[in-house]
């Protein structure tokens, strides 16, 4: 699991949350961070903030989604989502939304569901690699 916020009191939030359901987490401060950290870490899951320095959560996720060895990942936007933030995230990609503040509960349960999606994902794709 990697999380990328700037913000270093909601890093910690959703680090602890998501340790106390037995995730393995590594933060990011922001886009640049996360995608020098992704290729060493190979997280299951990714959650983004939209507004970073360097490189914003949008950015990210498209250049995320444009590297075949990361395309595949589920990533989820935890921010304002704003009409914009929503819309654009879809454009680049993102997986699922959660809107900050958000209740530890809703974080876990996204998190786990995309988890599982990117579990049946990579199984499909190994299973067509073998067929064909």
């Known amino acids: 699991m990697l999380v990328v916020d700037d913000n270093k009191v909601i890093r910690q939030l959703i680090r602890v949350n998501l340790e106390l359901e037995g995730f393995e987490v590594v933060t990011a401060g922001d886009g640049v961070e996360c995608l020098d950290l992704v290729h060493r870490v190979r997280p299951d899951v990714i959650t983004l903030d939209v507004v970073m320095p360097r490189l914003d959560g949008l950015q990210t996720a498209t250049r995320l989604r444009s590297d075949p ?20 995230g879809v454009a680049a990609g993102v997986d699922a939304f959660l809107a900050k503040p958000f209740e530890p509960a809703e974080l876990v349960r996204l998190v786990r569901r995309l988890m599982e999606r990117g579990r049946r994902a990579a199984l499909d794709g190994r299973a067509e690699s073998a067929v064909g």
């Open 69 to 88: 060895r990361t395309g595949h990942l589920p990533l989820a936007i935890v921010s304002a989502c704003t009409p914009y933030e929503v819309d654009s």
